[in-house]
Nanobody, 125 residues
Framework: QVQLVESGGGLVQAGGSLRLSCAAS????????MGWFRQAPGTEREFVAG????????DYADSAKGRFTISRDTTKNTVYLNMNTLKPEDTAVYYC??????????????????WGQGTQVTVSS
């Protein structure tokens, strides 16, 4: 079973940057499509970014396009989310997730088999 551990969250001013990390253990991330989601209080969990198991295709929510970048380092078995030009509306708990195989990137949370514990991102205005 793959375990996912997020880190890198914190408090940042609007316009600032953060890099989130998702360290995977139990299996190599190159076998799985990975995604980042976020959930603000009182809202549903929403897709932020995804990277195909092959590593050559990425997808972003409209809110993330041009500001966020998803990447991975297979030597470290880690997926990253670089977030720039952060806005107060980006405040949420950010989760790393793994699909159960070599599937397409999905925006739907229930299509992901495993989740990390989440890391809080707070953007002050």
């Amino acid at each position: 079973q793959v375990q996912l551990v997020e880190s890198g969250g914190g408090l940042v001013q609007a316009g600032g940057s953060l890099r989130l990390s998702c360290a995977a253990s139990g299996d190599t991330i190159s076998n799985y499509t990975m995604g980042w989601f976020r959930q603000a209080p009182g809202t549903e969990r929403e897709f932020v970014a995804g990277i195909l198991w092959s590593g050559d295709i990425t997808d972003y929510a409209d809110s993330a396009k041009g500001r966020f970048t998803i990447s991975r380092d297979t030597t470290k078995n880690t997926v990253y989310l670089n977030m720039n030009t952060l806005k107060p509306e980006d405040t949420a708990v950010y989760y790393c997730a793994r699909r159960s195989g070599r599937f397409v990137i999905s925006h739907i949370p229930r299509n992901y088999a495993d989740w990390g514990q989440g890391t809080q991102v707070t953007v002050s205005s």
